[in-house]
């Protein structure tokens, strides 16, 4: 890996960084973030702790069955977000998986706003982001440390496995908390002001199983169940949402089942989930059940406006699902907004 040093100083220019900016986590806002600066000339390395990216875009297989077990579709209202859905339908990446919206008691309601899905899982979307930029997963952050050697301050990322790599400004995407214990295992001092805001924000968990079955699901149409109240909030068919080749649910649990069932055993949370899905006529394939667990599932407090300036230290900008809603929508419009800021601080 370029730029590896041990430490000594010295002469510190931007020919000498890894990246002009470091985007910190492979979701949708540091996915399309990583385009904009890379358009505008800017050299960007993307890295992210996770195998594979996407974050939250989460799509995984278990045998023949394949499973959306983080954000489950997204809508596209806002006119920049649904040219980027258009551009994203017609490379083949993401399709309308329904138009309704879903009532408690099973029931649909026509509302004209197509509900979207990646094409083969919505890891599908951020896989095709991801072409044509340097992405490196598998890449856990130890700590982020201002560089104050050379003519400016710069930053260091130091990985897990000892490298690191240098940049001139960074892009912050994770869940803030983590965000917050990267910087300050660097030694890096926010502003008070700021600190009580970023430490203001809280999430809410969710528990996510994923069963195979052994036959159809018995979800009616479209194939998704929004359930009223706990233990439940969402359950999916993933083969009548047109990814799985075989039946397969996703079920997520509510907020307050998967904060009392947090630490609990993955058997517990399966039994209790699964056996809560109404009208389910199949039975979970044996070995075919696994639990997710999402700490930072979606915002409980987050913060207003698209984007975020960290003061008092090198160039870094915040962005991700935090800022104006949860949803996949917001991310992107984060990402952007993050973008166009960077591009007038660098």
Known sequence: MSGIVDGSAETTSAASFDADVLVVGAGIAGLLAAHRLIEAGHRVI???????????LATRRMGEGVFDHGAQFFTSSEPAFAAEVARWEAAGMARQWFDTRLEPDGSVVPDGHPRWRGTTGMTAIAKHLAVGLDVRTSTRLASLQVNADGPVESWRAIIDDGNELRAGAVLLTPPIPQTLDLLAAGGVT????????????????????????????????????????????????????????????????????????????????????????????????????????WRY??????????????????????????????????????????????????
């Open 46 to 56: 993307v890295v992210d702790k996770g195998r594979g990216v996407g974050g939250r």
């Open 190 to 293: 926010l502003e008070p002001v700021q600190r009580a805001e970023l430490e203001s924000v809280s999430y809410h968990p969710c528990l996510a199983v994923m069963a195979l079955l052994d036959g159809p699901s018995g979800l009616p149409e479209p194939g998704a169940l929004r359930p009223g109240g706990e233990p439940l909030d969402w359950v999916a068919d993933n083969q009548r949402k047109g990814i799985s080749p075989v039946p397969s649910i996703t079920v997520h649990a509510g907020t307050a089942t998967s904060r009392a069932l947090w630490d609990a055993p993955d058997d517990e949370v399966i039994a209790t989930l699964l056996d809560a899905v109404p009208g389910l006529a199949a039975s979970p394939v044996a070995d075919g059940v696994q639990v997710q667990r």
């Open 297 to 346: 599932a979606r915002p409980d407090v987050g913060l207003e406006g698209f984007t975020r300036k960290i003061s008092g230290v090198p160039v870094a900008v915040l962005a991700g699902d935090v800022f104006d809603s949860s949803r996949v929508p917001g991310a992107a419009a984060s990402g952007w907004a993050a973008a166009e800021l960077l591009l007038s601080l660098i």
